[in-house]
T-cell receptor, first 113, second 110 residues
Framework: NAGVMQNPRHLVRRRGQEARLRCSPM?????VYWYRQLPEEGLKFMVY????????ESGMPKERFSAEFPKEGPSILRIQQVVRGDSAAYFC???????????FGPGTRLTVT | DAKTTQPNSMESNEEEPVHLPCNHS???????IHWYRQLPSQGPEYVIH???SNVNNRMASLAIAEDRKSSTLILHRATLRDAAVYYC???????????FGKGTKLTVNP
């Protein structure tokens, strides 16, 4: 059973461009979570989604950030008009039930130049 | 979200047991205690979780105090691969997001 997959692993964007981060959960998992880890800081929850629904987006910045988890395909975290402060590691996690353990992917490291 | 308190860092020697403490004096009756760890340059990894009773799995043991105001993660024989930041996290019943604190950075000496 393949683990949580994230791509790309590294992404470089210039200020003002868009960044699209993809997350494929483990097989059979319908709950997806996104977390962000800024340099030298802890992990912060961003958003929790189930198939086609956003359950909790209390950690998402109000502007430029959006997330989706369509019926088919991976979950996408989209950052529009990136700024240097968006440079961070973005981790996706999945869970079969939404309660209990979450399984994390290797992360996408976004660098904004 | 209920808060946890952990030491910033701990050291251990290889093949010795490690006891990582966590205080959660404001824990409520429905809060689960989770432990995750993050190795350098990797995503967090689930270690163990429990509610009231002590728990064992292939990675570690979780000892929960009778009043549930503290818990201890026990690694029975530390290896160099166990060097990581260990996070103790409480989740409220029905709330699935994980709130990470600063964790305990474990150094394992050969």
């Amino acid at each position: 059973n393949a683990g949580v997959m994230q791509n790309p692993r590294h992404l470089v964007r210039r200020r003002g461009q868009e960044a699209r981060l993809r997350c494929s959960p483990m097989k059979g998992h319908s709950h997806v979570y996104w977390y962000r880890q800024l340099p030298e800081e802890g992990l912060k929850f961003m958003v929790y989604l189930q198939k086609e629904n956003i359950i909790d987006e209390s950690g998402m910045p109000k502007e430029r950030f959006s997330a989706e988890f369509p019926k088919e395909g991976p979950s996408i975290l989209r950052i529009q008009q990136v700024v240097r402060g968006d440079s961070a590691a973005y981790f996706c996690a999945s869970s079969p039930t939404g309660i209990g353990e979450q399984y994390f992917g290797p992360g996408t490291r976004l660098t904004v130049t | 979200d209920a808060k946890t308190t952990q030491p910033n860092s701990m050291e251990s020697n290889e093949e010795e047991p490690v006891h990582l403490p966590c205080n959660h004096s404001t824990i409520s009756g429905t809060d689960y205690i989770h432990w995750y760890r993050q190795l350098p340059s990797q995503g967090p990894e689930y270690v163990i979780h429990g509610l009231t009773s002590n728990v064992n799995n292939r990675m570690a043991s979780l000892a929960i105090a009778e009043d549930r105001k503290s818990s201890t993660l026990i690694l029975h024989r530390a290896t160099l691969r166990d060097a990581a930041v260990y996070y103790c996290i409480l989740t409220q019943g029905g709330s699935e997001k994980l709130v990470f604190g600063k964790g305990t950075k474990l150094t394992v000496n050969p």
